[in-house]
Structures are given as C-alpha cells and as structure tokens.
C-alpha cells in the first residue's frame, strides 16, 4: 500500500510538473511553444524507447497513427496555450475539457448516466463557462481555446488507447510516431512569414525534463499505479492535478490566485467528482 500512494503521488506530481515547465519554459527563456513541442515529445520517445527495450521488447511495435497524431495534438495545444494562461489556469482548463469530452462521447455513445452523473457534467461546463466570461481576470481567449483543443485531443487519445494491453509500449510507439508531426510543426513555424523559432539552453532542459521525467516516466509510474486502481479511484485522484499546479504556480512561479480561479475550480472538480463517484451499495 505504501509503495502505491507513493507512485501514485509521484505521478500526480509529475503531471502537474508538465503545466509548471511549459509555463516557465515559455514565459522566461527564448524557446518557442513548436520546438518546445518537439524537444519534449523526442525526449519522451527516448526515454519510453529505452525502457521498452529494457523489457525486451521493441520500440515502436505497438501504439497507433491515429492515437499518435491525438497525442501531437494535445502536445502543441498544451504548449501554444502555455504562452498566455497561467499554470493552474492551464491545468484545470486542461482537465476540465479532457473530462467533459469523455463523458459527453460516453453519452454520445448511448452510455447511460445516472441523473446525478448528468447534473454532475452541467455543473463542470458551467464551471468552463464561468472561467471563460468576459472579465478582467478572465484568461486569454485564444490561449483558453488552445487549452481546450488540447484536452479534446488528449480524451481523443485516452479512448482510443481503452482496452491496451500494454500500456507503456503503446505510450513509446505513440510517442515515437508523433515525433514527426512534431518536426512538421517545428519547420511550418521556421518557414512562417510572421513566425519566428527559438530555442535557448534553459527553455530546450525545460522540454527534455519535461519530455523524459514528467511525461515519460511520470506516464510509466501512472500505468504501473492503474491496475490496483479502481476507475472511479483513478479520476478522483487525477483532481489532484490542478490544484497541484494551481499551488506550485503560486508558490514556484509567483502567479496569482484569482477569486474566479477558486470559483471555477470548485464548481469544475465538484462537478466531475459528482460523475464519477458512485453510490455505495
């Protein structure tokens, strides 16, 4: 039990580390959200690939296309929205969309949601809704709506991968496979008339730390944690995200923290808590 609530957590840390080294990364050094992107899904592709073939198996032999161009996509949204949103804005947008995606394809897909499930769904997207309202202390639209692509792609890749075997080989391959998209981003940028690349000392560690620690093997540890997870012990724990992120922003970074930041976390947790818990029998 020890050894789980210590993996468990180390992962949590792990994904709200991803928010606070994109943030920084693109706030304080010179690298630009493209190359931030690419460093940090060839870092991940490195290290998964170094793993995988440690267990003998062979990097690139599971994962998918589709799935791999989901995580591109979530990757370049999550870095381009990093350029204006805050750290904790970023995390709970981030994870505010990714969970109102699932649950809306799962009702889409003739999933049945207990009344409860539903108010549960109304309240998280008012809670989006709130946070997006015109205000002095809203976040910027177009870094919100990058933020919110990227979490559509990200529950995009969460379903397709539904039912992997192996989950860190598949994670490698995928990885491995949006590399490229990555590089096509990275030249489309460069080429760009109104575009510009950079890429400094500090902002390329920044996406190497954040490509190989917190994804990489902060994906590994979450695998290694889900099998003696229950699902609705998962979700709940992934709440812990934003307001992990949403501390070390404050702390690490000096950002604010907004009143409608506090209202719309609450009103977006407590709403996605409400969907995912269930009665006790």
Do not use: H
């Not at 799935?67 to 947008?93: I, K, M, N, P, V």
């Not at 998209?181 to 996406?207: E, H, I, K, P, Q």
């Not at 307001?243 to 009103?267: D, F, K, M, Q």
Request: charged share 10%; net charge positive; with cysteine.
């Amino acid at each position: 039990m020890t050894r789980l609530i210590v993996v468990t957590t180390l992962a949590m840390l792990a994904f709200a580390g991803n928010s606070l080294l994109c943030r920084v990364a693109l706030r304080d050094t010179a690298i630009d959200a493209a190359s931030f992107t690419a460093i940090r899904l060839a870092s991940g592709a490195l290290v998964l690939a170094l793993i995988v073939r440690a267990r003998g198996g062979r990097a690139g032999s599971a994962g998918s296309w589709p799935a791999a161009a989901c995580l591109f996509g979530y990757a370049a949204g999550f870095s381009f929205a990093y350029r204006e949103l805050s750290a904790a804005t970023g995390a709970l947008l981030l994870f505010g969309a990714v969970q109102t995606a699932m649950l809306s394809w799962g009702l889409a897909s003739g999933e049945r949601l207990r009344t409860l499930q539903i108010a549960g769904l109304l309240i998280a997207v008012g809670g989006l809704v709130y946070m997006l309202l015109p205000g002095l202390s809203a976040p910027p639209l177009e870094g919100a709506a990058f933020m919110i692509a990227a979490g559509v792609c990200w529950a995009g890749y969460s379903l397709l991968g539904r039912g992997t075997k192996d989950a860190t080989a598949a994670t490698a391959g995928n990885f491995l496979r949006a590399v490229p998209f990555a590089a096509a981003l990275s030249l489309a940028m460069a080429a760009g008339v109104n575009t510009a690349t950079a890429v400094d000392r500090t902002g390329a560690l920044y996406a190497v730390v954040s490509g190989a620690i917190t994804s990489g093997l902060g994906y590994v540890l979450w695998y290694a944690a889900l099998p003696f997870l229950t699902a609705a012990s998962a979700a709940v724990i992934q709440l812990s995200v934003p307001a992990i992120a949403a501390l070390g922003g404050v702390v690490l970074l000096a950002e604010p923290l907004s009143s409608r930041l506090v209202i719309a976390s609450v009103t977006i947790l407590g709403g996605i808590a409400l969907t995912i818990l269930r009665p006790r029998t």
